[in-house]
C-alpha cells in the first residue's frame, strides 16, 4: 500500500483580469448591501418608494445607513479573493505599520499636492463641491450625534473600506500584471476618482491627483496603513476647511 501523497498548491496572485473581476464582484455586492439596508429601513419607517430619495437628501441618519450597510459584503469578497489565492489577508494588503519616516513624509507631499491643486482651483475660479458642502450642512442640522457619525465615516470608514479594496487588493494584483507599478497606479487612481462620480471635474481630478500620490507611496512603503492614515487625514483636513468657508 502507498501513502496518499498530498498536493499543496502555492500561493497565487489575482492579476490583471482576476484582480478586476473580484473588485467588480465586490462593488455589485456592495451595492446589494446598501439596497437591503434601505429596503430595511423604508419597511421599518414605513416609507414608501416614492418617498425614498426625499428621505435620503433631507435626512443624514439614511445616507449613512446604507454606507453602513454596504462595507460587509465588499470587505467579506476581498477577504474570500485573498485565501482563495492561499495567502494570509494582511500579507496580501499590505498591512504593515509604517515607520515614522514613512508617514511624515507622505503626508508632507500629499498636503503639499492637494493645497496646490487647491490654489489652482481658485485661480481657475473653480469652486467648494456643492454636493459635500450639502452633505455637511445636512449631518450638522440632524443634530450632534449625526455630525459625529458622519465625520466617523468620512474620516474613518471610507478611507479604510477605499484603501483596502483600491491601494491595498487592486494595486497588489495590477502592479504584479503587465499593468507594471506605473500603470498600476495610474489605472487605480482613475477607477478610485470616477467612482466619485457625484463630484463635479475638479473634484475628480483632485481626487485623481490624491489617488497617484497615495499609490506611489503605497508601493514605496510596501504599507497600506500608510494610505489609510494619509486618506483619513486628507478627510479630516477637507472637513476642516469647507467648515472654516461655509
Not at 89 to 116: D, G, H
Request: aromatic share 16%.
Amino acid at each position: 500500500m502507498t501513502d496518499a501523497v498530498r498536493v499543496i498548491k502555492a500561493p497565487r496572485t489575482w492579476y490583471f483580469f482576476g484582480t478586476l473581476g473580484f473588485t467588480l464582484l465586490a462593488a455589485l455586492v456592495s451595492m446589494l448591501g446598501g439596497a437591503v439596508t434601505l429596503i430595511a429601513l423604508m419597511i421599518i419607517f414605513h416609507v414608501p418608494f416614492e418617498a425614498v430619495s426625499e428621505q435620503i437628501i433631507t435626512h443624514a441618519y439614511w445616507k449613512m445607513a446604507v454606507a453602513i450597510g454596504s462595507i460587509p459584503g465588499e470587505l467579506v469578497v476581498i477577504w474570500l479573493a485573498v485565501r482563495w489565492a492561499r495567502r494570509s489577508f494582511s500579507e496580501y494588503l499590505a498591512l504593515r505599520w509604517p515607520t515614522p519616516q514613512e508617514l511624515v513624509l507622505a503626508l508632507l507631499v500629499m498636503f503639499a499636492a492637494i493645497n496646490t491643486v487647491g490654489f489652482i482651483g481658485q485661480w481657475i475660479g473653480q469652486t467648494l463641491d456643492a454636493g459635500v458642502v450639502a452633505e455637511l450642512g445636512r449631518a450638522r442640522r440632524d443634530g450632534p450625534l449625526a455630525f459625529f457619525l458622519f465625520l466617523v465615516i468620512g474620516c474613518i470608514g471610507a478611507p479604510l473600506i477605499e484603501e483596502f479594496a483600491v491601494r491595498g487588493f487592486m494595486l497588489r494584483g495590477w502592479s504584479e500584471s503587465f499593468l507594471q507599478p506605473a500603470g498600476a497606479i495610474v489605472l487605480t487612481s482613475a477607477f478610485w476618482a470616477i467612482c466619485h462620480y457625484q463630484y463635479n471635474w475638479f473634484g475628480i481630478l483632485e481626487i485623481f491627483i490624491l489617488g497617484l500620490v497615495l499609490g506611489y507611496y503605497r508601493l514605496r512603503s510596501g504599507s497600506t496603513w500608510l494610505t489609510v492614515v494619509a486618506h483619513s487625514a486628507n478627510n479630516v483636513y477637507s472637513y476642516f476647511v469647507i467648515g472654516l468657508l461655509t
